[in-house]
Each structure stands twice: as C-alpha cells, then as structure tokens.
C-alpha cells in the first residue's frame, strides 16, 4: 500500500490545510474500499500495475485536490466581460500609439536610430514588454481584488433598466451630426481661405518679424483636400444616411490624402523663417529655433493622429464593406438603399 | 475531418457534463435520504445507473454539508473510520422542491420532444 500512501500525500500537499485529515481520511476510504472489493473479487492482494490502475482512475492529484477548491477563477464569469473589455480598451489605448509612435520616430527621426538598429529595435521592443505587463498585471489583479471583495455584485444587482443608454439608431449616420460636420467643415474651409489675407490671425505679434518657408506655399490648396472630402461625405450622408459604407470610406480617403500631405510637409523644415533677409537679433533668433522645434513636432504629432485615424477608419471601411456584401449576399437582409 | 469529429465529442461532453451537474445534486440528495458513507453512496448510484466518480462525489458532498443540506459524523465500521453522511431537515425540504422542479422541466421536455 506504500504507492497509495504516496498518492494520498500528494494529494494532501495541495489542499487546504485545514481540511486535509479530513479529506485524506475520507478519500484513502474510498480507495482502501474499492482495493478490497477488487481484491475479493480477485480472490488475491492486487498487484503494482492494478494499483496504479485504480490510481489512475481516481486522476491526477492536482486534479483531485483541485475539486475541493472554492475560488477555481482568478476572475469569475459576472467579473469576466468587464476585465475583458478593459483589457482591450488598454491595448487598443496604449499599444496601438506605441506601435505608430515608435514607426514613425523610427522612419521619420533619424536622431531616434542609435547606431546599431537591432539594438534600438530590442529597447524598444524590451520596454513595451515591460509596459505591457506592468499594465495588464494592474488590469488583472485590480480585477482579482473586485472579484474577492464581491463589491461590483451589488452594483449589478441594483440596477435600473431606464438608464440603460438609447437605442442607437441601426446602420444609419445620424443626419444631425453630419449637418454639425458640415457646418464646422464649411467654417474650417473659410477660415482657411481667409489665411492669405489675414495672416496675423496664425502668427498674432509676430508675423512681422517670421514668415512661412516659401516651399510650403504650393501645399496651401492642398491642404484643402481632406476637409473637402470630409465636407462631401457629410452633404453624401445628410441625404443617403443610410450608406454609412460611405462615411467609413471618405474618412479613410480623407486619411490618406492628409497623411500624404503631412508626410510631405514634414521634409520642408524649417517651416518658418525671418521674414526679411536681414539677421535676426538673438532673442528673435531662439524663438524662431523654438517654434521651428514646435512646428516638427506638432506635425509629428498631426502624422501619428492620422495614422490612427486611418487605422479605425480602415476597420470600420473593411467592416462596412463585408456587412454590405453579406447583405447583397442574404438578398433581402440588405435594404436595396444600402447600394442604390 | 477528424478535426471537426473530435470537437464535436469535445463539445458533447461538455454539455453533458453540464446536463448531469444539476441532475447529481437531486441524486445525491435523494440517495441520502438514507445514511451512506461515501463508497456506499457511490456503489449505490452506480448500481441504479447514475457513476460518479470519487473526485466528483466527495466535493460535492462536501459543498452540500457546507450549505446545511447534509449532516455527517464519523464513526468506525469494519474496523475502519468511514464519514456517515445524511439528509438534514434543511436538505428533506430543498430536496422537495428540486423534486417538483424537475417534474415541471421533465413534463415540459416531454411535451417539446412530442411537438418535435
């Protein structure tokens, strides 16, 4: 019987302790009761290979002394959609950015790449991995300490079905924001028209003394493209609000003609200069190196804004695109609106 | 092929686990109407058809006395110490109300299978 001693024990290590004699009492039982029978059956002591027979059959002893555990889950099923939906807030919040930050310095700051390349790549790479499980690690064990302290059961429990949020209207752009874009869209147009004529209004007391570098001057119409599109889709929408395939692909087409822009413009630094050909005195020289300063990053920061614009506009386009075909595909489950 | 055979009885014995979960409580309850010590229970259950398996039965009985459904002593039989478990009044009265329960979902499962 030393292999079912040695069986018990091991079941025994990973119980609760204060219920372990218990446990191991009524277990050894069990199997000292079912060795017997299987011995008068026999008519003869079992051998090694038929004890580890019925051994097995009882299961591994981490499994059994498992079964007698209460908290089988870190975080329960009423805990779980919450935790989960978090998780994702945080990784679409924080490593989607990073990701887009750490592309973008990569390709467009040279001074951000140390000489050696996989060097830079492993910091980068080993401090995300160190963000990610300091963040998740948070997530999990707030959710954990939730989950014991049981406080989000009466939260759930008190709840009232009237502030539930609205029903969203399905599969529709709503006409009233898309007349707020249009309006805000038309406002940004004319004060972007009006530029040439009132400067002040981007330089206030300076313009005197700095001016723009003349190279961006053929990207003024340009520039003029993606609120365009932006300004389209929403007269589009106002009357077909329906086709919000529309919407998801103007905003992704109004993404990539910015990102082309700004990508572009990124190159023509400095972006302002003295506005005479005279030397600047040094106070005027330092605020002109700040606000160069400013400037790059401003539109480093406009390029990372895009390329996460772009991102969510690109899932929402792909996501549009295939409810639309499986739509077509259903025949009546898409109203003929959606493509007319 | 085999794949999708396999998930199939993976799936299967899911729901069937979760089938008999339910069904093991009313039986363990009812069994114990009179007094049993584990291997007993478990010998009498396999007998009229229903196996449990010690690693099932024994926390479960456990949970059970926890919640007050069952008593249980230990006492020495065959010169061996055995845990004697039985119905407590709180479990002769939960008992009877599983019992009804299962009589509505039985007669309502057996009037969906006739419309079926």
């Not at chain 1, 700051?109 to 060097?119: G, Q």
């Not at chain 1, 030397?279 to 390329?307: E, M, P, R, Y």
């Not at chain 2, 039985?106 to 006739?114: T, V």
């Amino acid at each position: 019987m030393e292999l079912l001693d040695r069986y018990l024990q091991a079941v025994r290590f990973w119980l609760p302790r204060k219920q372990q004699d218990d446990i191991i009492a009524e277990l050894g039982d069990d199997l000292r009761s079912q060795i017997e029978e299987r011995e008068s059956a026999l008519g003869r002591p079992l051998n090694e290979d038929e004890l580890v027979s019925v051994l097995k059959q009882a299961g591994h002893p981490l499994w059994v002394a498992g079964r007698y555990q209460k908290q089988q889950a870190l975080i329960g099923p009423v805990l779980f959609p919450l935790y989960s939906f978090v998780l994702k807030i945080v990784a679409f919040g924080y490593l989607v950015p990073w990701l887009v930050v750490w592309i973008v310095l990569t390709v467009f700051v040279p001074s951000h790449r140390a000489d050696n390349p996989f060097l830079t790549l492993a910091g980068g790479w080993g401090s995300l991995w160190t963000n990610i499980i300091v963040i998740f690690g948070s997530v999990t064990l707030a959710f954990a300490i939730l989950e014991r302290v049981q406080s989000a059961m009466s939260a759930l429990q008190q709840w009232d079905p009237r502030k539930l949020p609205r029903l969203r209207p399905k599969d529709q752009v709503s006409r009233v924001e898309s007349v707020f874009g249009l309006i805000f869209s038309i406002v940004y147009i004319a004060w972007w028209l009006s530029l040439p004529h009132y400067g002040a209004l981007i330089f206030g007391p300076i313009a005197g003394f700095f001016s723009l570098n003349p190279a961006l001057h053929a990207w003024y119409f340009p520039l003029l493209a993606p609120p365009s599109i932006v300004a389209v889709q929403q007269c589009v929408n106002i009357l077909r609000p329906q086709w919000t395939w529309f919407r998801a692909a103007a905003m992704l087409l109004s993404d990539a003609v910015a990102l082309f822009i700004f990508v572009f413009l990124a190159k023509f630094h400095p972006y302002l200069i003295p506005a005479w050909a005279g030397n600047l005195d040094a106070q005027h020289t330092q605020a002109l190196v700040k606000l160069n300063q400013v400037f790059s990053w401003s539109v480093l920061c406009v390029i990372i804004g895009i390329c996460i614009a772009a991102i969510a506009h690109a899932y929402q386009t792909i996501r549009e695109l295939r409810r639309m075909s499986k739509g077509s595909r259903n025949g009546a489950a898409m109203p003929a609106s959606q493509t007319l | 092929m085999k794949n999708s055979t396999k998930l199939d009885l993976d799936l299967f014995e899911n729901l069937k686990l979760e089938l008999r979960r339910g069904c093991l409580i009313v039986a363990v309850l009812a069994q114990l109407r009179q007094e049993h010590y584990g291997y007993t229970l478990r010998k009498a259950l396999d007998d009229l058809g229903l196996a449990i398996d010690e690693g099932t039965l024994y926390p479960l009985l456990r949970r059970l006395e926890t919640q007050g459904l069952l008593a249980s002593e230990w006492r020495e039989e065959n010169k061996r110490n055995k845990r004697f478990y039985r119905l407590s009044p709180q479990g002769e009265l939960i008992l009877q109300k599983l019992l009804e329960e299962w009589q509505i979902i039985n007669s309502s499962l057996e009037r969906i299978l006739q419309e079926a």
